[in-house]
């Protein structure tokens, strides 16, 4: 299945992934879902789960990087570029 491109919006937020957390969770509690069903649904949320914690880890050393710059004592002090934002 292919996702459409308009579907990658780079400007997510984690207010975003928060939702689409909340929104699973509902999917998940619905009461008539049972069976097959289900465990597809248990499986699209382990995979949700998965990028979720990835994207929050990314979250964490940003706001580290930031936190780091912000705090420099050399001002000519340079981030890895792959930290850079």
């Known amino acids: 299945m292919s996702v459409p491109k308009e579907r990658f919006n780079m400007q997510n937020t984690l207010g975003d992934l928060n939702n689409h ?3 699973e ?3 998940l509690s619905d009461e008539d ?3 097959e069903k289900l465990k ?3 499986t699209r949320a382990e995979a949700i ?3 979720a914690t990835e994207v ?3 979250g ?3 706001l580290k990087a930031k936190q780091l ?3 420099k004592v050399d001002a000519d002090m340079k981030l890895p570029k792959m930290l850079e934002g």
Do not use: M, P, Y
Request: proline share 0%; charged share 20%.
């Open 21 to 23: 957390l909340f929104a």
């Open 56 to 58: 929050i880890q990314n």
């Open 69 to 71: 710059i912000d705090n």
């Open 60 to 62: 964490s050393l940003v």
């Open 40 to 42: 597809e649904e248990i």
């Open 25 to 27: 969770l509902e999917r």
């Open 49 to 51: 789960t998965s990028v």
């Open 33 to 35: 879902l049972t069976g």
